[in-house]
Structure formats: C-alpha cells, structure tokens
C-alpha cells in the first residue's frame, strides 16, 4: 500500500465548476499535511497547508481528518488556470528526527472554457 | 521571499562525466532537501540536511554526493552516472531544521539527461 493515495484522475472539468480531490494516508505519526500544485516541466509551489480546523484561501479549501486519515481539497469556481498537478503532501519523522516529506501520485486537472 | 535557486536548469552528461548541481537560499532556512523527480511521478527525497550535517540519506547510491558548505549553499556531486539517472532535480529548504511541522520551498530544478 502506498503511503500517501491519490485518484490520478484525469479530472476534466468545465469552467466555474466545483471540483474536490481526497487523499488518503498509512502512518498515523503523520506531522504536517500539504497540498502543493505543479505544473507541468516546473517545480512543486505550495498551495496550502492544511489543518484539522480546515483552512480556506479564496476559492481552495483544505480539509484533514485525522482519525480518517484522509485530506482534501475543494477548488470552487476553476479557472483555466486551475489546470495543474496537484500534490498531497505528508510530513512524516525520518532519521535524526527530521522531517520528510512523502508525495501521492498526483491528481491531474484539466480546466476546460 | 521563498525563492530558492538552483543551477544549471539543464545538464547533459555523459556516464563518465563529473558534474555538480548547485543550490542556494539566502531565507535563512537551517535545513535543505535534494529531490529527484522522474516524469509522471511525484518528487523522491534523496538527502537533507540540517543546520549544514546530513540528516538522512535514502539509500542514494554513492555516484551521488551531496555536500552543503554553509547554511545557503548545497550542492550535489554527480560521478559516472547511469542513463537511468535522468530526471529532475529538485532542491528545497525549509525554515527550522528539518522540522516535521517545517513547510519546504523547492527550487526550479536541473533537468539532467545521462547519455
């Protein structure tokens, strides 16, 4: 099992449609949590963290529930520009007591006019 | 400012080639991260470090070598490498020292291909 599941997807969405991805995490030592988008041929940029309180920022909202184990992510209103792999993202303890961070597959969005 | 840099943006090398892959932060950051990426899959650690000591080696075979000469540089030393090898890599850094809590800024990448 991996440590850290996401659906692929495709996801092919129209404009102005809600569209939510979940992930599921193995350790329950988990410390931080992440969604972090990229796009094609560039680097990981973070798009939030995300708490048990659940977290909004504009039209993204994040959502984690420990005792599930399970994240998620809901993007309101897409934009053309939504289109991207995103990331979820685990914090875990690693050797020497520091951090690493454990990627999902990656869910691809489409955002189509 | 969450700008980490890394350079070149691209590498072609050949397997008997030496190379060494550059990265820096000037944030203040106390721990960075290497990170390979082969395409259509997510970023795999390599190494960290932590206040400028490695932190944690994922088993990365010795043609590898990392060395951080201060808290703003890192480095990664590239030595009779494999076809295989090619891939993105990625450096990151964080605020506190390798913290599990930390959250981690990547640089843009070398895109390497190993002929």
């Known amino acids: 099992r991996k440590e850290v599941e996401q659906d692929p997807g495709p996801f092919n969405v129209p404009e102005g449609a809600t569209v939510a991805f979940n992930c599921t995490y193995s350790n329950s030592a988990s410390q931080s949590f992440f969604w972090y988008r990229q796009d094609c041929r560039k680097e990981p940029k973070l798009l939030m963290s995300v708490y048990s309180s659940g977290n909004e920022d504009g039209r993204f909202t994040a959502q984690l529930n420990r005792a599930s184990q399970y994240i998620s992510l809901l993007i309101r209103d897409s934009k053309l520009s939504d289109s991207a792999t995103y990331l979820c993202v685990v914090n875990i303890l690693g050797s020497g007591n520091t951090g690493k961070l454990i990627f999902g597959q990656g869910t691809t969005l489409q955002v189509k006019p | 400012d969450t700008e980490v840099t890394q350079t070149p943006k691209h590498l072609v090398m050949g397997m008997t080639n030496k190379k060494s892959l550059k990265c820096e932060q000037h944030?203040?950051?106390?721990?960075m991260y290497w990170y390979k990426q082969k395409a259509k899959k997510p970023p795999e650690l390599m190494f960290v470090?932590?206040?400028?000591?490695?932190?944690i080696n994922e088993s990365v075979p010795s043609r590898f070598s990392p060395e951080c000469p201060n808290s703003s540089l890192l480095n990664l030393h590239l030595h009779a490498l494999q076809p295989e090898d090619s891939a993105l890599y990625l450096c990151a850094s964080s605020q506190g020292g390798g913290l599990a809590e930390d959250t981690q800024y990547f640089g843009p990448g070398t895109r390497l291909t190993v002929l």
């Open positions: 944030m203040g950051h106390r721990a």
């Open positions: 470090y932590s206040y400028e000591k490695l932190s």
